[in-house]
């Protein structure tokens, strides 16, 4: 087995933990509207903080999967397809672009910006967390489009019950994950995972 394959193999079995993680933490919810805050976007952030863009979107993908398939893993404990296609689904479908998006700006900060240094690493902190900015803003582009669709209803109103009460629990999931996934990636570098 080459280097290159164990990496692969190592990288394959973290995108399975994150997707496990995801698993776990999205279904916790607490409804405010057609739409819940949940841990999931948290666990997505936190996974592509550590895989970047292509790994940390399959293991999105898999967590999909998972909840089509009818395992009770989207917010209130619930699964299957008719959650994934109903109105609110958008913003389930739309984790896929936002873990593509994020994880691939936050991937190649750390490889151009994640020295030892404190400027560097407040550098790369700072354009990592705009990363997760504007993939969540492709999440909500996607997911009110979708909502504004399924649901029959005008912008204002999706915005209103679906983006904005979320904006600063999302904020806050993005720092939280800055600081958890900063540690955790130096250690899983250290022991050759990543």
């Known amino acids: 087995m080459t280097a ?6 190592r990288r394959l079995a973290v995108c399975a933990v994150m997707a496990a993680v995801m698993c776990v933490i999205a279904p ?75 994880g691939l700006i936050i991937e190649q900060t ?25 993939g969540t803003a492709v999440l909500y582009a996607f997911g009110t489009a979708w909502y504004c669709f399924q649901a029959g209803v005008d912008l204002q109103t999706a915005l209103a019950a679906c983006v904005f009460p979320f904006i600063p629990f999302d904020l806050m999931k993005m720092a939280a994950a800055l600081l958890l996934g900063f540690p955790i990636r130096r250690r899983l570098e250290r022991a050759g995972l990543l």
């Open 110 to 134: 750390w490889r151009r910006l994640g020295g030892q240094d404190k400027k560097s690493a407040a550098l790369a902190l700072a354009v990592q967390f705009l990363a997760m900015v504007l």
């Open 28 to 102: 916790i919810s607490i409804p405010i509207g057609p739409i819940s805050i949940t841990g999931g976007t948290l666990a997505i952030y936190l996974s592509v903080y550590l895989l970047g863009g292509a790994w940390g979107t399959a293991s999105v993908l898999v967590y999909l999967l998972v909840g089509f398939v009818g395992v009770p893993v989207f917010s209130n404990y619930m699964g299957g397809a008719a959650r994934l296609l109903g109105p609110t689904g958008g913003y389930l479908v739309g984790y896929l672009p936002m873990a593509f998006l994020a």
């Open 4 to 9: 290159n394959s164990k990496l692969n193999t």
